[in-house]
Protein backbone atom coordinates (compact mmCIF):
# COMPACT_ATOMS: atom_id res chain seq x y z
CA UNK A 1 0.00 0.00 0.00
CA UNK A 2 1.36 3.46 -0.79
CA UNK A 3 1.94 6.47 1.43
CA UNK A 4 -1.02 8.68 1.18
CA UNK A 5 0.10 11.36 3.71
CA UNK A 6 1.60 13.55 1.26
CA UNK A 7 -0.56 13.78 -1.29
CA UNK A 8 -3.49 16.44 -1.76
CA UNK A 9 -7.10 14.76 -0.41
CA UNK A 10 -8.66 17.24 -2.80
CA UNK A 11 -7.66 17.70 -6.02
CA UNK A 12 -8.88 19.34 -9.61
CA UNK A 13 -8.91 17.35 -12.24
CA UNK A 14 -9.65 16.91 -15.82
CA UNK A 15 -10.26 14.43 -18.97
CA UNK A 16 -6.95 14.24 -19.49
CA UNK A 17 -5.68 13.26 -15.71
CA UNK A 18 -8.98 11.32 -14.92
CA UNK A 19 -7.07 7.89 -15.90
CA UNK A 20 -4.62 8.97 -13.69
CA UNK A 21 -6.24 10.85 -10.78
CA UNK A 22 -9.65 8.11 -10.58
CA UNK A 23 -9.26 5.30 -12.20
CA UNK A 24 -5.37 4.37 -11.36
CA UNK A 25 -5.82 6.25 -7.95
CA UNK A 26 -9.00 4.35 -7.04
CA UNK A 27 -6.88 0.87 -7.06
CA UNK A 28 -5.22 2.49 -4.00
CA UNK A 29 -7.72 4.19 -1.98
CA UNK A 30 -11.35 5.23 -2.81
CA UNK A 31 -11.86 7.95 -5.13
CA UNK A 32 -14.82 10.57 -5.34
CA UNK A 33 -15.58 12.66 -7.71
CA UNK A 34 -17.86 15.71 -7.55
CA UNK A 35 -19.01 17.42 -10.99
CA UNK A 36 -19.67 20.77 -10.61
CA UNK A 37 -20.08 24.34 -12.79
CA UNK A 38 -19.25 27.60 -11.41
CA UNK A 39 -22.91 28.50 -12.61
CA UNK A 40 -24.47 25.39 -10.51
CA UNK A 41 -26.38 26.93 -7.61
CA UNK A 42 -26.63 23.78 -5.20
CA UNK A 43 -22.93 23.12 -6.02
CA UNK A 44 -21.97 26.19 -4.28
CA UNK A 45 -23.09 23.96 -1.19
CA UNK A 46 -22.25 21.08 -1.76
CA UNK A 47 -18.92 21.48 -2.89
CA UNK A 48 -17.52 22.89 0.51
CA UNK A 49 -19.90 20.33 2.63
CA UNK A 50 -17.99 17.12 0.19
CA UNK A 51 -14.18 19.17 1.27
CA UNK A 52 -15.26 19.38 4.56
CA UNK A 53 -16.30 15.78 4.96
CA UNK A 54 -13.54 14.11 3.09
CA UNK A 55 -10.52 16.54 5.20
CA UNK A 56 -12.30 14.63 8.04
CA UNK A 57 -11.44 11.12 6.84
CA UNK A 58 -7.40 11.73 7.16
CA UNK A 59 -5.77 10.50 4.00
CA UNK A 60 -8.55 7.19 3.43
CA UNK A 61 -10.17 8.71 0.81
CA UNK A 62 -9.67 11.50 -1.92
CA UNK A 63 -11.99 14.03 -3.82
CA UNK A 64 -11.63 15.15 -7.72
CA UNK A 65 -13.05 17.81 -8.66
CA UNK A 66 -14.32 18.20 -12.46
CA UNK A 67 -15.58 21.44 -14.09
CA UNK A 68 -17.99 19.80 -16.50
CA UNK A 69 -17.64 23.15 -18.58
CA UNK A 70 -14.26 22.66 -19.16
CA UNK A 71 -14.14 18.66 -19.38
CA UNK A 72 -17.20 17.72 -21.16
CA UNK A 73 -16.20 14.36 -22.19
CA UNK A 74 -15.99 12.52 -18.92
CA UNK A 75 -19.34 13.79 -17.47
CA UNK A 76 -20.40 12.23 -20.90
CA UNK A 77 -19.19 9.06 -21.01
CA UNK A 78 -20.56 8.88 -17.38
CA UNK A 79 -23.68 9.91 -18.39
CA UNK A 80 -24.34 13.10 -15.73
CA UNK A 81 -27.55 14.68 -16.57
CA UNK A 82 -27.54 17.17 -14.12
CA UNK A 83 -25.28 18.60 -11.31
CA UNK A 84 -23.69 18.14 -8.98
CA UNK A 85 -23.34 14.86 -9.45
CA UNK A 86 -21.25 13.05 -7.48
CA UNK A 87 -19.36 9.29 -7.96
CA UNK A 88 -17.60 6.61 -6.17
CA UNK A 89 -14.97 4.78 -7.56
CA UNK A 90 -12.90 1.74 -5.90
CA UNK A 91 -10.41 -0.56 -7.44
CA UNK A 92 -10.80 1.45 -10.72
CA UNK A 93 -14.74 0.91 -10.67
CA UNK A 94 -17.35 2.99 -9.95
CA UNK A 95 -19.34 1.45 -7.11
CA UNK A 96 -22.01 3.96 -6.35
CA UNK A 97 -23.15 7.80 -6.55
CA UNK A 98 -25.50 10.73 -6.15
CA UNK A 99 -27.46 13.30 -8.10
CA UNK A 100 -27.85 16.95 -5.83
CA UNK A 101 -27.87 18.71 -2.83
CA UNK A 102 -27.21 16.08 -0.07
CA UNK A 103 -27.37 16.71 4.04
CA UNK A 104 -24.38 16.65 5.88
CA UNK A 105 -25.58 13.37 7.56
CA UNK A 106 -25.70 11.82 4.11
CA UNK A 107 -22.25 12.95 2.79
CA UNK A 108 -20.72 10.97 5.49
CA UNK A 109 -22.83 8.22 5.04
CA UNK A 110 -22.07 7.93 1.42
CA UNK A 111 -18.02 8.46 1.96
CA UNK A 112 -18.21 6.01 4.87
CA UNK A 113 -19.84 3.55 2.63
CA UNK A 114 -17.28 4.35 -0.05
CA UNK A 115 -14.28 3.48 2.35
CA UNK A 116 -15.82 0.28 3.30
CA UNK A 117 -16.36 -0.84 0.20
CA UNK A 118 -12.60 -0.39 -0.51
CA UNK A 119 -10.69 -1.47 2.61
CA UNK A 120 -9.67 -5.34 2.09
CA UNK A 121 -10.05 -5.14 6.30
CA UNK A 122 -14.07 -5.06 5.40
CA UNK A 123 -13.78 -7.95 2.82
CA UNK A 124 -15.03 -10.51 5.18
CA UNK A 125 -18.17 -8.36 6.56
CA UNK A 126 -19.23 -7.35 2.89
CA UNK A 127 -19.26 -11.79 2.58
CA UNK A 128 -20.81 -11.98 5.88
CA UNK A 129 -23.36 -9.48 4.90
CA UNK A 130 -24.08 -11.76 1.53
CA UNK A 131 -24.37 -14.62 3.16
CA UNK A 132 -26.78 -13.33 5.73
CA UNK A 133 -29.12 -11.93 2.86
CA UNK A 134 -28.71 -15.24 1.21
CA UNK A 135 -30.12 -16.83 4.48
CA UNK A 136 -33.03 -13.71 4.60
CA UNK A 137 -33.74 -14.59 1.14
CA UNK A 138 -34.23 -18.14 2.16
CA UNK A 139 -36.50 -17.35 4.82
CA UNK A 140 -34.10 -18.16 7.30
CA UNK A 141 -35.15 -15.27 9.44
CA UNK A 142 -33.67 -16.29 12.68
CA UNK A 143 -30.53 -17.38 11.44
CA UNK A 144 -29.99 -14.03 9.28
CA UNK A 145 -30.95 -12.08 12.58
CA UNK A 146 -28.19 -13.44 14.11
CA UNK A 147 -25.59 -13.14 11.40
CA UNK A 148 -26.53 -9.04 10.79
CA UNK A 149 -26.37 -8.71 14.68
CA UNK A 150 -22.98 -9.44 14.65
CA UNK A 151 -22.19 -8.16 11.60
CA UNK A 152 -23.30 -4.64 13.20
CA UNK A 153 -20.98 -5.16 16.46
CA UNK A 154 -18.17 -5.91 13.95
CA UNK A 155 -19.10 -2.43 12.52
CA UNK A 156 -22.15 -0.21 13.16
CA UNK A 157 -22.17 2.23 10.24
CA UNK A 158 -22.89 -1.02 7.63
CA UNK A 159 -26.00 0.11 6.41
CA UNK A 160 -26.72 -2.88 4.56
CA UNK A 161 -26.43 -4.76 7.80
CA UNK A 162 -28.59 -2.57 9.36
CA UNK A 163 -31.68 -3.01 6.32
CA UNK A 164 -31.15 -6.87 6.31
CA UNK A 165 -31.80 -6.86 10.26
CA UNK A 166 -34.66 -5.04 9.73
CA UNK A 167 -36.00 -6.91 6.84
CA UNK A 168 -34.96 -10.42 9.05
CA UNK A 169 -36.76 -8.82 11.98
CA UNK A 170 -39.90 -8.04 9.91
CA UNK A 171 -39.77 -11.39 8.40
CA UNK A 172 -39.83 -13.10 11.75
CA UNK A 173 -43.11 -11.00 12.40
CA UNK A 174 -41.46 -9.12 14.96
CA UNK A 175 -42.24 -5.55 14.66
CA UNK A 176 -40.91 -4.20 18.06
CA UNK A 177 -37.64 -5.66 17.77
CA UNK A 178 -37.58 -3.95 14.42
CA UNK A 179 -38.21 -0.88 15.81
CA UNK A 180 -35.53 -0.91 18.51
CA UNK A 181 -33.40 -2.10 15.86
CA UNK A 182 -34.33 0.77 14.00
CA UNK A 183 -33.80 3.37 17.16
CA UNK A 184 -30.37 2.08 18.00
CA UNK A 185 -29.16 3.11 14.00
CA UNK A 186 -26.59 6.59 14.54
CA UNK A 187 -28.47 9.46 13.47
CA UNK A 188 -25.99 10.13 10.88
CA UNK A 189 -26.47 7.34 8.94
CA UNK A 190 -30.22 7.34 8.99
CA UNK A 191 -30.80 9.88 5.57
CA UNK A 192 -28.84 6.61 3.52
CA UNK A 193 -30.91 5.21 0.79
CA UNK A 194 -30.51 1.59 2.98
CA UNK A 195 -32.04 3.04 6.26
CA UNK A 196 -35.02 5.05 4.43
CA UNK A 197 -36.28 1.39 3.03
CA UNK A 198 -35.71 -0.45 6.24
CA UNK A 199 -37.66 2.77 7.86
CA UNK A 200 -40.22 2.98 5.24
CA UNK A 201 -40.83 -1.25 5.45
CA UNK A 202 -41.39 -0.85 9.42
CA UNK A 203 -44.36 2.15 8.55
CA UNK A 204 -45.53 -0.05 5.98
CA UNK A 205 -46.12 -2.88 8.69
CA UNK A 206 -47.49 -1.02 11.22
CA UNK A 207 -50.10 -0.09 9.01
CA UNK A 208 -50.57 -3.69 8.01
CA UNK A 209 -50.74 -5.05 11.72
CA UNK A 210 -54.64 -5.18 12.14
CA UNK A 211 -56.00 -6.41 8.72
CA UNK A 212 -58.00 -9.25 8.51
CA UNK A 213 -57.34 -12.80 6.46
CA UNK A 214 -56.79 -12.15 3.35
CA UNK A 215 -58.91 -14.71 2.08
CA UNK A 216 -61.68 -13.27 3.82
CA UNK A 217 -61.03 -9.56 2.82
CA UNK A 218 -60.81 -10.55 -0.87
CA UNK A 219 -64.20 -12.24 -0.38
CA UNK A 220 -65.73 -9.01 0.61
CA UNK A 221 -64.63 -7.19 -1.90
CA UNK A 222 -65.13 -9.37 -5.08
CA UNK A 223 -68.85 -9.18 -3.16
CA UNK A 224 -68.93 -5.30 -3.45
CA UNK A 225 -66.39 -4.32 -6.64
CA UNK A 226 -67.10 -0.70 -6.79
CA UNK A 227 -66.49 -0.08 -3.04
CA UNK A 228 -62.98 1.27 -2.85
CA UNK A 229 -62.77 1.24 1.08
CA UNK A 230 -62.87 -2.62 0.74
CA UNK A 231 -60.81 -2.99 -2.25
CA UNK A 232 -58.26 -0.93 0.06
CA UNK A 233 -58.71 -2.85 2.95
CA UNK A 234 -57.96 -5.07 0.07
CA UNK A 235 -54.63 -3.88 -0.61
CA UNK A 236 -53.34 -3.74 2.81
CA UNK A 237 -54.23 -7.62 3.32
CA UNK A 238 -52.27 -8.17 0.24
CA UNK A 239 -48.97 -5.68 1.60
CA UNK A 240 -49.52 -8.05 4.68
CA UNK A 241 -48.83 -11.27 3.14
CA UNK A 242 -46.61 -9.78 0.70
CA UNK A 243 -48.29 -10.12 -2.62
CA UNK A 244 -46.48 -7.13 -3.27
CA UNK A 245 -47.55 -6.60 -7.39
CA UNK A 246 -51.13 -7.56 -6.85
CA UNK A 247 -51.10 -4.80 -3.77
CA UNK A 248 -49.69 -2.40 -6.05
CA UNK A 249 -51.61 -3.11 -9.10
CA UNK A 250 -54.84 -2.78 -6.50
CA UNK A 251 -53.85 0.53 -5.12
CA UNK A 252 -53.68 1.46 -8.98
CA UNK A 253 -57.14 0.69 -9.61
CA UNK A 254 -58.27 2.70 -6.95
CA UNK A 255 -56.70 5.78 -7.73
CA UNK A 256 -57.55 4.94 -11.55
CA UNK A 257 -60.86 5.05 -10.48
CA UNK A 258 -60.74 8.56 -8.46
CA UNK A 259 -57.72 9.76 -8.27
CA UNK A 260 -58.46 11.98 -4.80
CA UNK A 261 -60.05 9.40 -2.99
CA UNK A 262 -60.05 9.52 0.94
CA UNK A 263 -57.28 12.49 0.99
CA UNK A 264 -55.37 10.54 -1.89
CA UNK A 265 -54.93 8.00 0.88
CA UNK A 266 -54.28 5.05 -1.89
CA UNK A 267 -51.76 7.53 -3.54
CA UNK A 268 -50.14 8.05 -0.30
CA UNK A 269 -50.29 4.31 0.41
CA UNK A 270 -48.53 2.82 -2.91
CA UNK A 271 -45.77 5.65 -2.80
CA UNK A 272 -44.82 4.28 1.04
CA UNK A 273 -45.38 0.56 -0.14
CA UNK A 274 -43.18 1.77 -3.06
CA UNK A 275 -40.63 3.44 -0.85
CA UNK A 276 -40.40 0.22 1.03
CA UNK A 277 -39.28 -1.87 -2.00
CA UNK A 278 -36.47 0.67 -2.65
CA UNK A 279 -35.15 2.12 -5.27
CA UNK A 280 -33.59 -0.81 -7.31
CA UNK A 281 -36.25 -3.13 -6.99
CA UNK A 282 -38.20 -4.03 -10.69
CA UNK A 283 -41.77 -3.58 -9.41
CA UNK A 284 -41.44 -0.70 -7.48
CA UNK A 285 -39.76 0.47 -10.69
CA UNK A 286 -42.71 -0.72 -12.56
CA UNK A 287 -45.21 0.57 -10.00
CA UNK A 288 -43.77 4.29 -10.01
CA UNK A 289 -43.64 4.33 -14.15
CA UNK A 290 -47.73 3.17 -13.57
CA UNK A 291 -48.30 5.88 -10.90
CA UNK A 292 -47.00 8.46 -12.99
CA UNK A 293 -48.42 7.56 -16.67
CA UNK A 294 -51.98 8.07 -14.16
CA UNK A 295 -51.07 11.46 -12.76
CA UNK A 296 -49.29 13.10 -15.51
CA UNK A 297 -52.19 11.84 -18.20
Known amino acids: ?????????????????????????????????DFWAPWCGPC?????????????????????KIDIDKNPNIAGQLRVQ???????FAKGQPVDG?????TPAQIQAFIRKTIDAHSPEDDNLLTAVKNANDLLEKGNFVESIEVFKAIIEQDINLTEAHLGLIKSLLGNKDLEAAKAAYQKIPDSLKGHA????????????????????LTEV???????????????????????????????????EIIKTKIDWNDGKAKVQLIELLDALGPENQLGRKGRRSLSSILFS
Open 82 to 88: SIPAVFA
Open 1 to 33: MNDHTNIPSIKDGSDETFMIDVIEASNDLPIIV
Open 194 to 213: DLKTAFAQIQLNEQTLNVGK
Open 98 to 102: FMGAQ
Open 44 to 64: KTLGPALEAAIKEQKNKVRLV
Open 218 to 252: KEKSLRSPKNLTLKFDLALALISEEHTEEAINTLL
